[in-house]
């Protein structure tokens, strides 16, 4: 007998440290992010309300009780310009990877920021050599916008980032965003 389908909804403040502690993964034992020590869980805290203040989805994976990944959609820059366009995140917990949930989290975030009034979605991917996020966000209609070579360093070598974009349903920003 499998285990149930993870539920994906709404992040809550007691799923915070489930996420810092995946994110946390990820810092400190790939380049997937540039952080090179993970945000204390108050950072957290700010994302999360910071979504909710602009309706903007920070979802999890739960499976029976455990957070198996999570994903949210951010502010792409902070110039007011830019407010109609969000970047995506999304990581999934070791052991949680391969099995079709980076696809539903990522649909589902597609679809709670265009309900948001977001426009446009942007992914930042760090090139790692490996295709599994490049994938992901080709799979769910994002096109490449382009590579900002050697930009970062982390782990004793240079790596590039890929910019994938994706247009939105959404035909004008929700009051939230403007």
């Given at each position: 007998m499998s285990a149930p389908a993870p539920v994906l909804r709404p992040a809550t403040a007691d799923d915070?440290?489930?996420v810092a502690e995946i994110y946390a993964h990820y810092v400190a034992?790939?380049?997937a992010t540039f952080d090179e020590r993970p945000p204390p869980l108050d950072t957290w805290g700010t994302r999360l309300t910071q979504a909710g203040?602009?309706?903007l989805p920070f979802l999890v994976a739960d499976a029976a009780g455990e957070i198996a990944g999570?994903?949210?959609a951010g502010p792409w820059r902070p110039k007011p310009a830019y407010r109609h366009t969000v970047e995506d995140s999304l990581y999934l917990a070791p052991g949680h990877t391969g099995n079709g949930l980076g696809s539903l989290l990522l649909a589902a975030l597609i679809d709670g920021a265009a309900r948001a009034g977001a426009r446009q979605m942007v992914a930042v991917i760090a090139d790692t050599?490996?295709?599994t996020s490049?994938?992901?966000h080709r799979r769910a209609g994002f096109a490449d916008?382009?590579?900002l070579v050697g930009v970062g360093h982390k782990h004793g070598r240079w790596v590039d980032t890929l910019?994938?974009?994706r247009p939105l349903a959404a035909d004008r920003p929700a009051p939230g965003l403007d």
């Open positions: 915070l440290p489930a034992h790939t380049v203040e602009r309706g999570y994903a949210h050599g490996g295709r490049v994938g992901l916008a382009g590579r910019l994938m974009q």
